[in-house]
């Protein structure tokens, strides 16, 4: 009999202990630990800045320090394969501009659906471009520029910081859509490309105003149309490139969190809700609209339509124009 007692009662403690860690054992509340930002562009510039405003603004609502982490260079290839290749937990996230998502891919060697490789959080902010023109340019308008270029066929040069960039494309579409003919030259960043439209060598250039403002400032170059509205004062005085002689032309750029692909319901809800109340924070707009962007904060669903939309637009212009890079 006391054999028998001693064989179940350790039969008993043995369930127990099996038993126990399923018992006690619960999944850990997203997020238990530090959250990075992979940005794919070098410390200090826009990106990083706006990057570093939202790491700040999001940590204090999930209540997590967002360690923000550069990783410039490759056109965004390197970020993006960091990402796409880390544990799909919600602690590892893209802090993408659109031309890392939705342009490189289209003009990588071998084309990749980037939503096959990330799931989309949520969008973050826009920026419009500015279309300007050299003041040696005699032009103060959309049509005015379209009618120069009509007059003066293979004359206009557009300026961009690189093959392949969105500043490259915009061109291409404004173009191709306006029916003339012009020539781009892409120059190794945005600083010589900028020096040699003031001193007239090329005639025009998309590219965002604040990088622009003080050339524009001292009238060196002015600009003529916007690609999109902004809640921004600072563009209320330019006019709308679609309404001011060239309908249907539309674009801006953007930023969108993204985490690598089949990220769980649960932690796309949190972080997208946690991103959602930055909308209501009107200092946080207020820092961000000072780097030249508007908070425009979206779901998932709408940054997953946005990057499929625009990716086929962009496609049609890459292909048309026989954009590759070398």
């Known amino acids: 009999m006391t054999t028998r007692r001693a064989l179940l ?12 860690p399923q018992t006690f054992a619960q999944p850990e509340a997203f997020p238990g630990k530090n959250i990075r930002f992979i940005v794919p562009f070098a410390a200090g510039g826009p990106a990083d800045v706006v990057a570093r405003e939202v790491a700040q603004a999001l940590g204090r609502e999930l209540g997590q320090t967002v ?25 590892t996230l893209l802090f993408a501009a659109s031309g890392n998502v939705v342009i490189q891919p289209l003009l990588s060697k071998k084309r990749v659906d980037i939503l096959t490789q990330l799931s989309p959080v949520g969008m973050v902010s826009t920026s419009p471009h500015v279309l300007v023109v050299s003041s040696q340019l005699p032009v ?12 003066h066929p293979g004359s206009l040069n557009f300026a961009s910081a690189g093959v392949g960039g969105l ?15 012009g ?28 990088s622009m403002k003080g050339m524009v ?22 006019p709308l490139i679609k309404q001011a002689g060239l309908p249907g032309f539309e674009y801006a750029t953007w930023y969108g ?13 949190k972080l997208g809700a946690s991103l959602g109340k930055l909308a209501a924070d009107k200092a946080f707009e207020a820092r961000l609209r000072e780097q030249g962007v508007d908070l425009h904060v979206g779901t998932p669903a709408e940054l997953a339509e946005r990057t499929r939309k625009e990716t086929a637009q962009w496609d049609k212009v890459i292909r ?3 954009i590759h890079l070398n």
């Open 67 to 91: 360690v923000v982490e550069n990783m410039g260079g490759g056109a965004g290839v390197p970020a993006t394969n960091a990402v796409s290749r880390a544990p799909a937990d919600g602690y």
């Open 217 to 238: 400032d001292k009238g060196l170059i002015r600009v003529v149309g916007v690609t999109a509205q902004s809640s921004s004062p600072t563009y209320k005085d330019f």
């Open 140 to 151: 103060r308008s959309v049509k005015e520029l379209i009618a120069h270029a009509k007059a």
């Open 9 to 20: 009662q350790a039969a008993i403690c043995a369930c127990a202990a099996f038993a126990a």
């Open 320 to 322: 048309e124009s026989g």
């Open 183 to 210: 020539r781009h030259l892409a120059y190794k960043g945005s600083s010589q490309a900028m020096t040699d439209l003031a001193s007239g060598q090329v005639q025009a250039m998309f590219s965002s105003l604040p």
């Open 257 to 269: 969190l993204y985490g690598p692909h089949g990220l769980t319901p649960a932690v796309v809800e």
């Open 167 to 181: 500043a490259h494309l915009a061109s291409e579409l404004f173009m191709r859509q306006a029916g003339i003919e």
